[in-house]
């Protein structure tokens, strides 16, 4: 299992930096560089693909019935949420077909972001904002600390004369498609319902 430390580390040690940090906070330039990147790039990966992992399916909170918009419902967006996915559909909500899909758009309200949907009782599917690293796989750490290495470069280098950032990045693609593909082997939502045509020959 890896800390948020580990990241960091492992980050400096893809730019060839010898020294590690003890915590994020200590106020050198490394640990200053790590701090100031981990959690946007902690957000990127989260939101670059839908990990089933970090998946999470809940009724949303409804904010009110809408009379003079396209929608007819609109909800709160989720606190927790880094990137919706979609509305579920009570019909087959492991699968979604161009037949089942559910219209939806976020907007911003007020005081806060809102879903508008014409779904009543709305369940919504998203990736949740994650802080433990512990529960990351190998794969996903590996990828997230070249990501980490490819943003911190240019302050940690003196302006990545070397273009580590570069070399950094290809590291970062190779190992996000190994992620992706081995997060997709714990998703296996079964075959699609049949169609319409299918339906009638019965």
Known sequence: ???????????LGHLNVSTLIEDIDEGTSEANACRLFYDPDLRLMLRSFQWPSHTKK??????????????????Q??????????????????????DTKVPWKIVR?????????DTSEAVGEY??????????HPDF???????LAASIAPRITGGDPMRLADKCLSLYQYWMSFAVAKAATEDSPGPPPDSEFERSRR
Do not use: H, W
């Open 1 to 11: 299992m890896a800390s948020q430390i580990d990241i960091c580390n492992q980050a």
């Open 58 to 75: 809940q009724a949303l909170q409804l904010v009110e019935e809408l009379t003079d918009e396209e929608y007819a419902y609109s909800y």
């Open 77 to 98: 967006y989720p606190n927790d949420c880094v990137e919706f996915r979609r509305i579920m559909s009570g019909t087959r909500q492991g699968l979604e077909t161009n």
């Open 109 to 117: 309200g007020e005081t806060q972001r809102l879903i508008y949907t």
């Open 127 to 136: 990736t949740v904002v994650e802080d433990n690293p512990e529960v990351f």
């Open 141 to 147: 750490v590996k990828a997230f600390s070249y990501l």
